[in-house]
């Protein structure tokens, strides 16, 4: 039989390695999705930290034959409804401001996730702000003080933030159209941003 | 091969090594060391965590009429469980309920694989479309989860592809592989193999937050 103490450290190593694995597994999953997007993009080169980039429209257009160059982020799984944009905030040099323009009462969302857990701490959309114009300053959890006036405040709780954003399209003509919608909803560093 | 093969497969290789790691972990003295102790606590260790979150997660799987959805994900309140196992549902970075729901099947009501060697319908009855405040959609998608070629590129059906309703209100959505005459403006072409479909409803109403709205089966016809 086996002895007390080899028990004692299988166990031991079998709980830490499932609770870790177990508490761990959203976190894994969605470093691969910030590589993808930091690494290849939609597969028209990598997107910056701290910029947004929208999927191109011939990607929608013509699903069926995707670039070759095209990453696994835009080519998995079927979606026709909505464009994708997609970029990672580094919020520990500074808040960054999200700018949403008017999207006259079309259905668009800008999911903030945290890649820790994969759960999502704020939206900006049509569901939870409207579609009018407006500008959202985003601070990560060491972020004391006020935000400038007009502009509303979300405050993430980890330094690091995986954006996505959707805008609807209507129909095949609309695309052009729902993609200059989408390529306006950007960010900029707060210190840019005029006076303040 | 079959989901059910695959199962008795994979039941079948889970005892066949489970009887030779209980065996030479309780019976067999001589093999035991601090490096084997550490090395299978970490691959069994690794192996519950998978299984612990597929479990959870067929728990906490709602499956009606074939198709099935996972209420809750993405909220920041959830406990490390509930999301281990929403990441194995859908691995991404998820909605939340409140702004979009997603439904799933690769089966038909009674529980059959769906397949391309079928025709089958989707059956609305009036006012009983996905209720949302913003759109709804069904996408259809080949065995690997991939966009299916077609002669009339449609990829999906949904508010704005102009499906017509019957003269009683009804609205079928034909899923098949070839064209069904006279019906093409609510046709969904299917691959000749295997599908799944998704079917998205995004700013979901009340009734399908509470659970009282239930997607309607896929009918096998042909």
């Known amino acids: ?196 | 091969m079959s989901g059910r093969t695959y199962t008795y497969l994979a039941a079948l290789d889970g005892v066949i090594i489970g009887f030779f790691f209980v065996y030479s972990f309780f019976f067999n003295p001589n093999s035991r060391t601090v490096r084997n102790d550490v090395v299978q606590g970490f691959l069994i260790g690794f192996g519950l965590a998978f299984v612990t979150a597929q479990i959870y997660a067929r728990i906490k799987t709602k499956k009606i009429n074939g198709w099935t959805t996972m209420f809750g994900c993405g909220e920041p309140g959830n406990g490390f469980l509930f999301r281990a196992a929403c990441a194995q549902v859908f691995p991404g970075p998820i909605n939340v309920q409140k702004e979009a729901m997603y439904w799933t099947t690769d089966v038909d009501g009674p529980g059959h694989l769906l397949s391309g060697e079928h025709d089958y319908i989707m059956h609305f009855p009036a006012g009983q479309l996905p209720p949302n405040d913003a759109f709804w959609s069904l996408t259809m998608g080949d065995e690997h989860n991939r966009f299916v070629p077609n002669p009339i590129n449609r990829y999906s059906v949904s508010d704005r592809s102009g499906l017509v309703p019957n003269a009683d209100g009804f609205i079928d959505i034909y899923i098949q592989n070839a064209a069904p005459a006279g019906h093409e403006s609510n046709w969904l072409p299917a691959p000749a193999g295997k599908f799944i479909l998704w079917l998205r409803v995004y700013q979901p109403g009340a009734a399908i937050l509470n659970g009282e709205y239930h997607v309607p089966p896929v009918v096998k016809v042909k």
């Open chain 1, 1 to 196: 039989m086996i002895e007390p103490e080899h028990l004692f450290i299988f166990g031991s190593i079998m709980l830490v390695t499932w609770f870790l694995f177990t508490y761990n597994w959203p976190r894994m999953i969605l470093y691969v999705f910030k590589r993808a997007i930091l690494g290849k993009g939609f597969g028209d080169g990598p997107i910056p930290i701290n910029t947004l980039h929208t999927e191109p429209q011939t990607l929608f257009a013509d699903p069926i034959h995707p670039p070759a160059s095209a990453s696994n982020l835009a080519t998995t799984g079927v979606n026709r409804d909505t464009l994708l944009t997609v970029g990672v905030l580094d919020l520990s040099k500074g808040p960054q401001v999200l700018h949403v323009p008017d999207m006259n009462s079309r259905y668009y969302s800008v999911q903030f996730t945290d890649p820790s857990n994969n759960t999502v701490f704020a939206y900006v959309g049509r569901r939870t702000t409207g579609t009018e114009a407006g500008d959202y300053l985003i601070t990560g959890p060491n972020r004391k003080g006020q935000a400038p006036s007009g502009m509303k405040q979300i405050s993430s709780p980890n330094n690091s933030v995986l954006v996505l954003g959707r805008v609807l399209v209507e129909s095949d003509v609309d695309l052009s159209n729902a993609h200059h919608l989408a390529e306006q909803i950007r960010f900029t560093p707060l210190s840019q941003e005029g006076s303040v």
